[in-house]
Nanobody, 118 residues
Framework: QVQLVESGGGLVQAGGSLRLSCAAS??????MGWFRQAPGKEREFVAA??????STYYPLSGRFPISRDNAKNTVYLQMNSLKSEDTAVYYC???????????????WGQGTQVTVSS
């Protein structure tokens, strides 16, 4: 069983930065990613990284780099130049393998709130 615990969310002014962390327990080296969901909107893909960290995946609109430290079983999302439209609950996700696939997500974290004030 894998447990994902997000941290690093909070309130920040527009233009500011936050770094989200997702600590994984249990089996590691899974591909992991970040999604976000704003009020009244569908959950959207933000970024993902393979189990080795060699490959990263972003949507066309991707702005936030993802990284991981396998020694700490932790994935990071560095969010710079934040805008009010980045306000959302950010969720960490993990697949059941080392390669990323949005259709192979097996685990979700509980989410961390990011609020960007204009």
């Amino acid at each position: 069983q894998v447990q994902l615990v997000e941290s690093g969310g909070g309130l920040v002014q527009a233009g500011g930065s936050l770094r989200l962390s997702c600590a994984a327990s249990g089996r590691t080296f899974y591909a992991m990613g970040w999604f976000r969901q704003a009020p009244g909107k569908e959950r959207e893909f933000v970024a993902a990284i393979s189990g080795s960290g060699d490959s990263t995946y972003y949507p066309l609109s991707g702005r936030f780099p993802i990284s991981r430290d396998n020694a700490k079983n932790t994935v990071y999302l560095q969010m710079n130049s934040l805008k009010s439209e980045d306000t959302a609950v950010y969720y960490c996700a993990a697949t059941s393998g080392s390669m990323w696939s949005k259709t192979n997500i097996a685990y979700w974290g509980q989410g961390t709130q990011v609020t960007v004030s204009s």
